[in-house]
């Protein structure tokens, strides 16, 4: 039986080999969280230019008004001093709605300082915000570069790790190996464990001294009273 756990065990160093490497391929940074960065930081570009823009037509319709305003009042005033009007009913109008006009003016001057002040500060964002852009581009490109590179080497050691398993495995007796996957299922880890200084590796529990003594004489399976994973006493 020991040089049958023997066979057990190198297929259990190729297991354990293999959960190592997929492990530290899944905690990769494969740019996921970076992406996610980036796409908010575009999503709020987009708002930004959305505020631009919204800014830029409030100030052509406000210059517009302000045009049309003008060019209404100059003809009211030519009309009024040009001596068109000249009953006071049509007076009084003419100059209610120059006063109106002026007011008018008044409102459409400060909206169109305040939109040029909007404009100003909306660009500055959007120029602002496309470095934020500019920076996590280049950062998903840098970790997915890396990415590419680390995970092709780890998805070739695994592809290794599992061609040497599978050679081991063609040595390794079934009966034991039955044995041997259905506590590999259970721990969802490893299924072996070396006993080292009285202490299961796998637990990192002392193991009793009946059970070292049963290890190191009986012939039968011996597993960790505190894990269930199979023992393992290098002679």
Same mark, same amino acid.
């Given at each position: 039986?020991?040089? #049958?756990?023997?066979? =057990?065990? $190198?297929?259990?160093?190729?297991?354990?080999?293999?959960?190592?490497?997929?492990?530290?391929?899944?905690?990769?940074?494969?740019?996921? $969280?970076?992406?996610?960065?980036?796409?908010?930081?575009?999503?709020?570009?987009?708002?930004?230019?959305?505020?631009? @823009?919204? $800014?830029?037509?409030?100030?052509?319709?406000?210059?517009?008004?302000?045009?049309?305003?003008? @060019?209404?009042?100059?003809?009211?005033?030519?009309?009024?001093?040009?001596?068109?009007?000249?009953?006071?009913? !049509? =007076?009084?109008?003419?100059?209610?709605?120059?006063?109106?006009?002026?007011?008018?003016?008044?409102?459409?001057?400060?909206?169109?300082?305040?939109?040029?002040?909007?404009?100003? /500060?909306?660009?500055? &964002?959007?120029?602002?915000? !496309?470095?934020?852009?500019?920076?996590?581009? !280049?950062? =998903?490109?840098? *970790?997915? /570069?890396?990415?590419?590179?680390?995970?092709?080497?780890?998805? /070739?050691?695994?592809?290794?790790?599992?061609?040497?398993?599978?050679?081991?495995?063609?040595?390794?007796?079934?009966?034991?190996?039955?044995?041997? #996957?259905? *506590?590999?299922?259970?721990?969802?880890?490893? &299924?072996?464990?070396?006993?080292?200084?009285? @202490?299961? #590796?796998?637990?990192?529990?002392?193991?009793?001294?009946?059970?070292?003594?049963?290890?190191?004489?009986?012939?039968?399976? @011996?597993?960790?009273?505190?894990?269930?994973?199979?023992?393992?006493?290098?002679?």
């Amino acid at each position: 039986m020991h040089r #049958e756990i023997e066979k =057990v065990w $190198a297929v259990h160093e190729m297991d354990a080999r293999l959960l190592e490497l997929n492990t530290t391929l899944q905690k990769l940074d494969n740019g996921a $969280a970076a992406q996610a960065a980036l796409t908010n930081a575009e999503k709020e570009l987009a708002r930004l230019h959305e505020e631009l @823009t919204a $800014a830029r037509v409030a100030l052509n319709d406000a210059e517009v008004s302000l045009k049309a305003n003008e @060019t209404r009042s100059e003809g009211l005033q030519k009309r009024l001093y040009g001596g068109m009007v000249s009953k006071q009913a !049509e =007076v009084e109008a003419v100059e209610h709605e120059i006063a109106d006009l002026k007011a008018k003016a008044g409102v459409l001057e400060t909206t169109i300082l305040e939109s040029m002040d909007a404009i100003e /500060a909306a660009e500055s &964002a959007v120029k602002a915000q !496309e470095e934020v852009v500019q920076k996590w581009k !280049e950062r =998903v490109k840098t *970790i997915r /570069a890396a990415y590419a590179t680390s995970s092709g080497e780890l998805q /070739a050691k695994i592809q290794e790790a599992s061609e040497k398993r599978a050679e081991c495995l063609a040595l390794a007796p079934e009966t034991v190996m039955f044995t041997y #996957e259905a *506590i590999r299922k259970r721990t969802k880890t490893t &299924a072996m464990a070396r006993l080292m200084d009285g @202490t299961c #590796e796998g637990c990192h529990m002392q193991v009793p001294s009946f059970t070292i003594m049963r290890l190191k004489n009986s012939t039968e399976l @011996t597993t960790c009273d505190n894990c269930g994973r199979l023992l393992f006493l290098e002679v």
